[in-house]
């Protein structure tokens, strides 16, 4: 059943004027939050302001891997003036009518000097010609191809392990304890694809050490900085559990929090209320301020069964080549 999604909330928090809606039309299309700050796209959004405040003239050619309802290219075509050519690709070619119908009936008069095409693949491979700016909200949470097949599991929120195994470098290796080489096949990818001066925004959950999520931009060969903290609500069980699962396997702890305790810290010591952008505290500052209400995957996933609500840290980072 195809569902009607406002977006014109999430636009306006993000400091932009848009008034329009998208539809959902299949399965593994992704929606929206009901508050749009627990949503990715907040922080995708805010990212693609701020990379146009700063490189919006130097823009010319842009990619959205994964772009799974098609909103982040929607602000794209409104912030880049200069745009000319858009990639926009998913894993699922079925969906991929639904993007371009929502893209074009939200941004029709912006669509008539630039070019879109919808590709079908995984990371940045399906990509023809390098780009000036490349866009992946991706899965890291990695799963078996057998169970994601026969569970029908969302590749929303999964990916598929099998596809990342050649870039292990052990049983030790923290990206495998970390889940975190999709990431790094997503970045290796998208180095390949990316033009001159240009420039990766990724997003990634707090979730995991930040020691790891600096090996992977290391081992990618990018330089990288940090754009935005924030933290969010957890709202899918799926993706708990399938946390809660790989946390016991790899025998790791992942960082998740009881969210009215961190709601009430960040309120209290930084005078923010969450969700929100966090600003002034590096990382390991802020998961030491969160650590009274701190839940492993399996404690979080138990919390989220007995209804009370689960959040984590998220992050917002730009990447470009060395030189």
Not at 38 to 48: F, R
Request: aromatic share 8%.
């Amino acid at each position: 059943m195809q569902k009607i999604i406002n977006v014109s909330d999430l636009f306006r928090m993000c400091g932009m004027r848009h008034q329009g809606k998208v539809a959902i039309t299949h399965p593994d299309m992704t929606g929206l939050e009901p508050n749009p700050k627990d949503d990715w796209l907040y922080l995708g959004l805010l990212s693609l302001r701020e990379t146009a405040r700063i490189k919006g003239d130097q823009i010319k050619s842009a990619a959205f891997i994964g772009s799974g309802n098609g909103i982040e290219t929607i602000a794209a075509l409104k912030l880049f003036s200069s745009l000319e050519k858009i990639f926009v690709t998913d894993l699922v070619k079925d969906i991929q009518p639904g993007i371009i119908q929502n893209i074009r009936l939200n941004v029709k008069n912006e669509l008539k000097k630039v070019e879109v095409k919808c590709l079908a693949g995984r990371d940045c491979h399906p990509l023809p010609e390098k780009v000036d700016l490349i866009y992946g909200n991706l899965p890291i949470m990695v799963c078996d191809t057998e169970e994601i097949e026969k569970h029908h599991l969302a590749r929303t929120t999964l990916t598929d392990a099998h596809e990342y195994a050649y870039l292990s470098q052990g049983k030790n290796d923290i990206l495998e304890k970390y889940s975190l080489l999709s990431q790094l096949g997503f970045l290796l990818s998208a180095k390949e694809k990316l033009s001159a001066g240009g420039c990766v925004l990724t997003l990634i959950g707090g979730r995991v050490p930040y020691a790891a999520i600096d090996e992977c931009f290391r081992r990618a060969g990018l330089n990288y900085c940090k754009m935005y903290t924030s933290f969010m609500r957890q709202s899918d069980c799926q993706f708990l559990k399938q946390y809660a699962e790989y946390e016991a396997k790899k025998k790791v702890n992942f960082a998740f929090y009881d969210c009215q305790r961190a709601d009430d810290i960040i309120c209290d010591k930084l005078a923010v209320a969450i969700p929100e952008i966090i600003t002034g505290l590096d990382d390991d500052n802020l998961k030491e301020l969160l650590k009274p209400a701190l839940l492993t995957a399996q404690q979080a996933y138990q919390f989220y069964l007995k209804g009370k609500p689960v959040g984590h840290i998220a992050y917002a980072f730009e990447a470009w080549k060395k030189n």
